[in-house]
């Protein structure tokens, strides 16, 4: 299974980006998705995930309010739509994806089976 996550780059302060995570190799449908990202000298963190209907999302406080994860089963791939966007927001974004149940989620690290590349966010003050 491969994940190929893009759509970072360079945006000021209050603006948007939209993060892709394109699967192959594996049945999308049946992987929890999420994304998680790393900041300079800091330990990765959960930002959102999605459970494999897309029906439900969970985000984490920090980004709450400013971005929506969803997917696309056809396209085999999620997004992540980052509004709103703080200096403290810079960071690579990973995507990932769990072998989980049927209506679950996870905000877990060590519950992903499989990691992109990452792709990095810079927001400038």
């Known amino acids: 299974v491969q994940l190929q996550a893009s759509g970072g780059g360079l945006v000021q302060a209050g603006g948007s980006l939209r993060l892709s995570c394109a699967v192959s190799g594996g049945t999308f449908s049946s992987y929890v998705m999420g994304w998680f990202r790393q900041a300079p000298g800091k330990e990765r963190s959960f930002v959102a995930t999605?459970?494999?209907?897309?029906?439900?999302?969970d985000y984490a406080d920090s980004v709450k309010g400013r971005s929506t994860i969803s997917r696309d089963n056809a396209r085999n791939t999620v997004y992540l739509q980052m509004n709103s966007l703080k200096p403290e927001d810079t960071a690579v974004y990973y995507c990932?994806?769990?072998?989980?149940?049927?209506?679950?989620?996870?905000?877990?690290?060590?519950?992903?089976?499989?990691w992109g590349q990452g792709t990095l966010v810079t927001v400038s003050s």
């Open positions: 999605i459970t494999r209907s897309g029906r439900m999302t």
């Open positions: 990932a994806a769990a072998e989980l149940a049927w209506g679950v989620y996870s905000d877990t690290a060590n519950q992903y089976d499989y």
